[in-house]
């Protein structure tokens, strides 16, 4: 049993990993600012001795009592609508929140755990996107508040790990889906999703023939612990290789929710990436990872929760 604190640990990724950290024995201290996270999807754990939560602004200050073994930096809005709403809490979170979360774990002397992102690979002009490939990414675009966030976050966790000989671990997350994802996310899959379920059109950006590789978040989550146990510093990809078009992921909602919705084009927003799919080759020898779950299983699972959502009004 170890003593793990999760910085955004009432978010979408966060919360699942908590949950799952709990159920395998472990201690949780979640931290979280609600920015994007929510306490619905933590507030069955309230009970739980072996569970606690801090309202806290990791990019302020990370003030954790008693022994810690393990940093889990989950903490940062990772949706595209948000590098709009809110791209200087998006910045200070990948810099100042991750120099916080490491000198925590420094410490602490505990293991540092970076979420870190696909998005790092930007545009990718190399596909798939294996660790070694170097990105494409625009510095000064929209996006650039995630991605230069996140590749920062990296190569401090990296200086962190050579200058102070701190145990770390860097995993790169490709999209990833499921029950606990907010309904106006903004994503391709929540926002699809809810519009097949309310009969509204479904908003396809651009022309659609732009890719992505969708990871179901049990799986996803499986490999963070995979990686956590390891003694691989990474970064490691973990993400779901099967590939599909934009378009194909709104017909296999419409397919799957038996809805009645048409599809529509929208413009594309600026430098939305054209294609990503993960090389997972070193998730597979190092960890012994690879997902399970594919797309049309992942969705017909997501859908019921949201249908749940939206009939509840939460
Ligand atoms: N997208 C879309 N309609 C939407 C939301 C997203 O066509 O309502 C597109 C978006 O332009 C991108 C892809 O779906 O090409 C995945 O977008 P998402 O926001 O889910 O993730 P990310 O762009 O961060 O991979």
Not at 152 to 174: K, S
Not at 219 to 247: C, M, Q, R, Y
Request: aromatic content about 8%; some cysteine.
């Amino acid at each position: 049993m170890a003593r793990v604190v999760v910085t955004g640990g009432a978010g979408f990724l966060g919360s699942h990993l908590c949950h799952r950290l709990l159920e395998r024995g472990d201690e949780v201290v979640c931290l979280d600012n609600l920015i994007t996270g929510s306490i619905t999807n933590i507030e069955d754990l309230f009970g739980n001795p072996r569970f606690s939560y801090v309202e806290l602004d990791v990019s302020t200050f990370i003030h954790v009592p008693g022994d810690v073994d393990a940093v889990l930096h989950f903490a940062s809005p990772a949706s595209p609508i948000d590098f709009e709403r809110i791209p200087i809490q998006i910045l200070k979170v990948g810099s100042l929140g991750t120099h916080n979360a490491l000198g925590l774990a420094k410490a602490k002397g505990a293991k540092f755990f970076l979420a870190s992102t696909s998005e790092v690979y930007g545009d990718p002009l190399v596909h798939p996107q294996s660790e070694t490939y170097w990105g494409n990414v625009n510095p000064i675009g929209p996006r650039g508040v995630y991605d230069e966030a996140k590749r920062f976050a990296e190569a401090m966790t990296m200086a962190y790990h050579r200058h102070h000989g701190l145990d770390v671990r860097i995993v790169r997350i490709f999209n990833t889906y499921g029950p606990q994802m907010r309904p106006d996310d903004g994503r391709a899959v929540s926002n699809f999703i809810v519009q097949a379920l309310q009969g509204q059109d479904i908003t396809v950006f651009g022309d659609g023939n732009q890719t992505r590789s969708f990871t179901y978040v049990d799986d996803e989550v499986l490999g963070f612990l995979a990686l956590l146990d390891s003694d691989v510093v990474g970064p490691v990809n973990i993400g779901n290789p099967n590939e599909f078009t934009i378009l194909q992921l709104a017909e296999i909602v419409i397919d799957i929710t038996g809805s009645s919705s048409k599809i529509i084009h929208e413009p594309l927003p600026v430098d939305d990436p054209m294609q990503r799919k993960p090389d997972i080759t070193k998730a597979t020898e190092l960890l012994g990872w690879k997902p399970e779950i594919e797309l049309r299983e992942g969705i017909t699972k997501a859908a019921a929760y949201f249908e749940r959502v939206l009939r509840s009004g939460d």
